[in-house]
């Protein structure tokens, strides 16, 4: 995605990415230690201060200025105020909203009543806020293009919306790295604790990567029955009762796939009571790379989850300077569509290998 606010022979002006990406830690940590925010080592905080030195970053009064007779205000609507890839999503996201002068605010929309109410005409949205950023939740083409008549620009992670910004993992990739790790090793028994996409906004991460990870098993001549798939509800709780749920079955499998790394979590309480060894007895692995699951040495397939919500809120702040630039209520700016889909990594730790001699 490119930008016409500077001519191609200027000096590109660092980000808060760039400054992330020199320092080796997340946006959302370089806000924090920059913001002089607790919970950030001074060790950190050093590093961090030294590269923003070194790249001369400061941040960006773009936005602020543009702001003059509007809200100066995004807003972040995820399906849940609780759990761990949401509010590391958010927090890259306030991370980049800071840098660029922007009030910041989240609301949890559960429902697509909700949403739909979020949205309405009759609610007035654009007094409350100049952009709005979705995360995992569904938005209507029809719904988008009354946000963008009404100048409020628009960006979304996990779902796309025709001609506005969207980042997405490809799930059905996650699934097949997940499958094609555990094949090499030798599994053939494998069962799967995911989730159910029987919600009303239509979170389809579940659905895709089982999708993907049931064609790569059969491409290789493995079935996946479905008592092989356990839901555990995209939580730690849901993992465990999966997961000993599995662990009771005649024949438990050898190893396990599980959708979050949360879920994972889980199901390694559930190895520790039935006193079964991750690695050794049942392989598991997950997918985040979650900040515990180095602590845990638990293999998983990482994807930069700080990341979708700093580069959803770059491309929202990028159409907000755009449109701010003489754009009028009946004639909305033509705002730049971009969709990003970044890259994920198999990340082998302890908790996956081949399956017992006698299994």
Not at 8 to 16: H, L, Y
Not at 58 to 73: M, S
Not at 92 to 119: H, K, M, N
Not at 222 to 246: I, K, Q, W, Y
């Amino acid at each position: 995605m490119t930008t016409n606010d500077q001519s191609d022979d200027a000096p590109r002006r660092a980000t808060i990415e760039d400054v992330a990406a020199g320092a080796g830690v997340s946006v959302a940590t370089v806000s924090r230690a920059l913001r002089g925010l607790p919970n950030v080592a001074e060790s950190t905080r050093k590093r961090v201060t030294d590269v923003a030195v070194r790249l001369s970053y400061r941040a960006d009064p773009a936005a602020a200025r543009l702001a003059a007779g509007r809200t100066g205000t995004v807003t972040v609507a995820v399906p849940s105020l609780n759990g761990w890839y949401f509010s590391t999503v958010v927090a890259g996201a306030e991370a980049v909203c800071a840098e660029a002068g922007l009030e910041f605010q989240v609301i949890a929309i559960a429902t697509s009543a909700q949403r739909d109410r979020l949205l309405d005409e009759v609610y007035r949205i654009e007094r409350r806020t100049d952009g709005l950023i979705m995360i995992d939740i569904t938005v209507t083409n029809e719904q988008a293009a009354s946000l963008r008549h009404r100048r409020v620009s628009l960006a979304t992670v996990g779902s796309r919306v025709h001609e506005h910004p969207s980042v997405a993992i490809d799930d059905e990739h996650v699934g097949r790295v997940a499958a094609d790790h555990l094949l090499r090793l030798g599994h053939r028994r494998i069962a799967v604790i995911g989730g159910v996409a029987d919600g009303p906004l239509s979170f389809d991460a579940p659905v895709a990567r089982r999708r993907g990870f049931e064609s790569a098993l059969a491409e290789r001549g493995v079935d996946l029955p479905d008592r092989c798939f356990a839901n555990g509800h995209f939580s730690v709780a849901g993992g465990h009762e999966a997961m000993s749920t599995l662990l009771d079955t005649p024949e438990p499998p050898t190893a396990v796939f599980a959708m979050s790394d949360e879920m994972a979590f889980g199901a390694l309480m559930a190895f520790d009571e039935h006193s079964v060894r991750p690695g050794a007895d049942i392989s598991i692995m997950g997918v985040d790379d979650h900040e515990f699951a180095q602590v845990v040495d638990l293999t998983t397939v990482r994807q930069p989850v700080a990341g979708h919500g700093s580069t959803a809120a770059r491309m929202l702040v990028d159409n907000m300077n755009r449109e701010g630039r003489g754009a009028v209520p009946d004639e909305p700016a033509a705002l730049e569509s971009c969709e990003v889909q970044p890259d994920v990594e198999l990340v082998v730790r302890s908790t996956t290998g081949p399956p017992r001699a006698d299994r």
